[in-house]
Each structure stands twice: as structure tokens, then as C-alpha cells.
């Protein structure tokens, strides 16, 4: 079993909320410690580092326009240890929306692996609905279905700073515990171009022996793929194992994983070693599988067959 430092790369938060909610706002109030009243409506995605005691968050800051919900949220949202949702409380007139939105967001959320989710009531400065209103109005109990869920609601105003250490300890607390439970046992992985060529295959337990439903397993992960962020992601199960796919720059890494383990958290694995790839290009083949190794934290008996690479 391996598991990630929550230190070594950005945990993956998402903020997500309809547009004008504050989103952005609350990502330039932890960037800068202090209010910022201008901002944009967002185009897209922007991404923010933000440190909380040993955990460093990267907090990815989606627009909230119609635009953006169907094309941004899920890719993101299903791609993160947490949610923030920042809601409008001082806007009544679009709580219809704002509930039909929420629940689209956890109906279609694949919570394979378990999430945090913050509930943000901003804007308490202003006028406004209570929580207990909030909770009615958008049926918010009606969470406790989703057993995988972590949930709580505050009452913030990114404008006052009202509460929002107190949203943030509770959300760091339950990502931290989240995070014990979160490892990952690497069976083998891949590093090949888009091309299909095999660059580097490592096998820590029998994959060998179960080549053709790996392969299969990757045909199938390179159809399913969907774009995040310039990078095509994707998660294939199957009775044997799963794959977690992530292609950048045409170099495409796989990592073969228990069926019950995060996809999150090989994702995370991923993205350290595409950072080695891209950070130390002259390093050799040895320098590159102990890497490997040493982050999945292999025992050096289980590395079974390296095939001959060219990196
Ligand atoms: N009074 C008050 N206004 C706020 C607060 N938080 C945000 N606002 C205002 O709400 C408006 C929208 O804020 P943004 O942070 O841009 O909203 P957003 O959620 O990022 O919107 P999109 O990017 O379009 O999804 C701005 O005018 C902010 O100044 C708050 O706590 N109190
Ligand atoms: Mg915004």
C-alpha cells in the first residue's frame, strides 16, 4: 500500500457554484489574505496554491456560467478530494436554480472514491437567508443518502472573512482523514507514446500473466478518455484491476491499481512522474524506475520485468 504526502503536490480541490456566487472571490481572498471587490466573471478555469498548516491545496477555481457547468464541473469535480460550493445566500431569486444545479452536481458525481464537500452560504454581510431557510429550500438533507459524502454547511462572507477559517479547518480536517484512507496499491505501470509504442512497462505483481486484459483494459481507457485541462484522463475497471490513464504531450502513463483503490490518488502518482519526465529529461533509465519505485514505494523484490525503453 502506498499513499501520497499531502505535502508533495497540491491536493485537488474544486470550486464549484453558480455564477456570481463568490467563487472567485474566495480563491483571491486565500491567494491575498485580504478582500479583492473586482473580479470577472471566470472564462473556464483558473487554479490557486493554497497551504493550510502541512496540507498545500490546488484549488481550482471553475466558472460558474451555464457555459462552463456540463463542460468544467464534473471533470473537475470527479477529480478532487474535495468540493467547495459556494452558494449566494442573499440571492432568493434563483434558488430554483441554484438547487437544481447542486443536485445535478452530486447526482452525476461517479463518487467511486469518497469526497468532501463544503457547503459555503456566502455573502452573510448582506441581506439575506438563514441556513435553516437554505437547507429547506434546497433539500439539503437529503445528503445523508450519499454515504460517501462528507458534508457540512457554513454560513460565510468571503467579504468579511466571516467563518471561513472554520469552513476551511473542518475541510482540511476531513481531507486529511480522507487521505489515511486513500492508498493505492500499484500492480505495474505503463509509460508508452499515443502512438501505442511501449516505452517503459513495470510489473510489481503479475501483470505478465494477465497481459491481454491489461491491453484490452488500455484500448478501452484510450476510447474513453475525456479532456481535462489540456490532458486526456481516464479510469477503466475491470475484475482484475483498474487502469487510470493520463496522456500529456503524446507521452501516455498508466498505472495498474487495485479495483477499490483511489483514482485520485494514482492520478496524483501520475502527475509526479510526468514531472520527472518533464523536470529531468537527461536523467536515465535507472534514474527514472527509481524514481518510480521509491514515490510508489515498491519493494525492491516485487519489480518484476522491465521492458527496454527509449524515454
Ligand atoms: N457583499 C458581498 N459580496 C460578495 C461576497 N463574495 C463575493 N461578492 C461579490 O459577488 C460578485 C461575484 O463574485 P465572483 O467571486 O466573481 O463570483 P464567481 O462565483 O467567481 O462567479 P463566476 O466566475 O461567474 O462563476 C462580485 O461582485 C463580488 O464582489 C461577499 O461575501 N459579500
Ligand atoms: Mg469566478
Redesign the pocket.
Known amino acids: 500500500m502506498s499513499s501520497l504526502h499531502l505535502d508533495k503536490k497540491g491536493v485537488p480541490v474544486t470550486l464549484i457554484?453558480l455564477?456570481?456566487?463568490?467563487?472567485?472571490?474566495l480563491a483571491l481572498r486565500l491567494r491575498k489574505g485580504m478582500w479583492v471587490?473586482e473580479?470577472s466573471?471566470?472564462i473556464g478555469v483558473n487554479f490557486e496554491m493554497y497551504r493550510i498548516g502541512d496540507i498545500q491545496f490546488k484549488i481550482f477555481d471553475v466558472?460558474?456560467?451555464k457555459a462552463f457547468r456540463r463542460q468544467f464541473w464534473l471533470n473537475f469535480a470527479s477529480f478532487s478530494y474535495g468540493i467547495l460550493y459556494?452558494f449566494d445566500s442573499s440571492d432568493r431569486k434563483r434558488i430554483e436554480e441554484g438547487k437544481e444545479v447542486f443536485w445535478q452536481l452530486i447526482e452525476n458525481l461517479e463518487i467511486e472514491s469518497r469526497i468532501v464537500i463544503a457547503f459555503l452560504a456566502?455573502?452573510s454581510?448582506?441581506e439575506g437567508m438563514e441556513l435553516d431557510e437554505i437547507i429547506k429550500e434546497l433539500d439539503l438533507q437529503k445528503i445523508s443518502k450519499y454515504p460517501k459524502i462528507s458534508f457540512q454547511i457554513f454560513k460565510i462572507?468571503?467579504?468579511t472573512a466571516q467563518n471561513i477559517d472554520n469552513a476551511f479547518e473542518w475541510f482540511s480536517k476531513k481531507i486529511k482523514e480522507l487521505s489515511k484512507v486513500q492508498l493505492i496499491t500499484p500492480k505495474g505501470l505503463l509509460i508508452s507514446s499515443s502512438l501505442g509504442n511501449t516505452k517503459l512497462f513495470l510489473d510489481f505483481t503479475d501483470v505478465t500473466e494477465n497481459v491481454d486484459t491489461i491491453i484490452e483494459m488500455l484500448f478501452v481507457a484510450s476510447t474513453k478518455r475525456k479532456t481535462i485541462q489540456n490532458e486526456k484522463v481516464a479510469s477503466i475497471l475491470s475484475n482484475y484491476a483498474k487502469i487510470v490513464f493520463q496522456e500529456r504531450n503524446e507521452i501516455i502513463i498508466s498505472i495498474i491499481v487495485e479495483q477499490n483503490d483511489s483514482q485520485i490518488e494514482a492520478q496524483r502518482f501520475i502527475e509526479l512522474i510526468f514531472e520527472h519526465l518533464e523536470t529531468k529529461k537527461t536523467s536515465s533509465k535507472e534514474g527514472l524506475i527509481d524514481f518510480i519505485v521509491k514515490t510508489l514505494e515498491i519493494p525492491e523484490k516485487e519489480l518484476r520485468t522491465v521492458r527496454e525503453i527509449n524515454i
Open positions: 457554484g455564477d456570481n456566487a463568490g467563487k472567485t472571490s471587490e473580479t466573471p471566470t466558472g460558474g456560467h459556494v456566502n455573502k454581510d448582506l462572507s468571503v467579504k
